[in-house]
């Protein structure tokens, strides 16, 4: 299938990218990776009326960590910040999330921000925002604003971002010294969209107990849902008695929502395993 008709610019900078997006008006989308966008115009399930495409803006092709922070700049693609080990020593959860983005030919074009934007409730870098509370930086006519993940991911394929507005960056906070992380998901085969998945980060006090527990969870909602399991402890089995006690899967073509809620306990079992596992090897206890 061939896609509808549009308008195309091709903007040298972020001032002309924004400049484009205000005068083409709300029906407007930016074309970074595509490798969501292309398949929807394709089949003609989106049909905006312009497209803005960002791939010449060098300015936004970056990957760097201070203050705390990961900071990913737009046109980052995803094959560029996997493999770069300064990014996924400060936030292994990054790492660990984008090698099961589905395959390398994809990950060699498509953005990591671009996939934040998509805000699909079965993305791993949607819940890794939500998980870490991550940060969107949104560049309009009028200036640049922030919003926190839990403001920005609004419901399925549904963000925060306003007509005429650009994702410039996202930010991520690193990894604590005493903390660890992992992620777990099933998917029918490898690559594809995870039927469900489990995020996991865990953070030892210093008698090495578990001061917090968090999950985020991929495809049982409409956004990704994130779960405090403090309470469970070092207890895998606790943890993913609890998860499955919380989570409201709905049934698809591809899953029921009893299988959902299975697998939301057994993944949550091995990703707190895995982050308790990696906390206690990052921390020495």
């Known amino acids: 299938m061939k896609p509808p008709a549009f308008g195309y610019s091709r903007p040298e900078s972020v001032g ?18 595509g490798q969501s966008l292309i398949p929807l115009l394709n089949m003609r399930l989106a049909a905006p009326s312009h497209l803005v495409d960002i791939n010449r803006l060098a300015e936004l092709s970056y990957v760097s960590i201070a203050d705390g922070e990961v900071v990913i700049g737009a046109m980052a693609r995803h094959a560029g910040v996997l493999a770069d080990p300064a990014v996924t020593a400060a936030q292994p959860l990054i790492g660990q999330a984008l090698a099961l983005v589905a395959h390398p030919v994809i990950r060699n074009r498509g953005t990591t921000v671009g996939s934040i934007v998509h805000a699909d409730p079965s993305g791993e870098m949607t819940a890794v925002l939500a998980l870490l509370d991550g940060t969107v930086v949104l560049a309009g006519i009028d200036g640049e604003r922030s919003v ?120 949550t079992e091995r990703a707190l395993a895995g982050a308790l596992a990696h906390a206690r090897e990052r921390s020495g206890d």
């Open 148 to 267: 926190s993940a839990k403001d920005f991911l609004l419901g399925p394929l549904e963000s925060d971002v306003r007509p005429g507005e650009l994702a410039t960056r996202v930010s991520l906070p690193v990894l604590g010294p005493r903390a660890g992380c992992a992620f777990a998901e099933v998917s029918r085969r490898r690559g594809d969209y995870a039927v469900c998945g489990v995020a996991a980060v865990v953070e030892l006090a210093e008698a090495g107990a578990v001061a917090s527990a968090r999950a985020a969870y991929l495809s049982v909602a409409g956004t990704p849902l994130v779960i405090d399991l403090t309470e469970a402890g070092a207890d895998p089995a606790a943890a993913g008695r609890l998860a499955m006690s919380r989570v409201a899967p709905t049934s698809d073509i591809h899953a029921t929502a009893d299988y959902r809620r299975h697998l939301a306990g057994v993944l």
């Open 16 to 33: 002309e990218a924004v400049a484009a997006l205000a005068s083409a008006g709300p029906e407007a989308k930016v074309l970074a990776g």
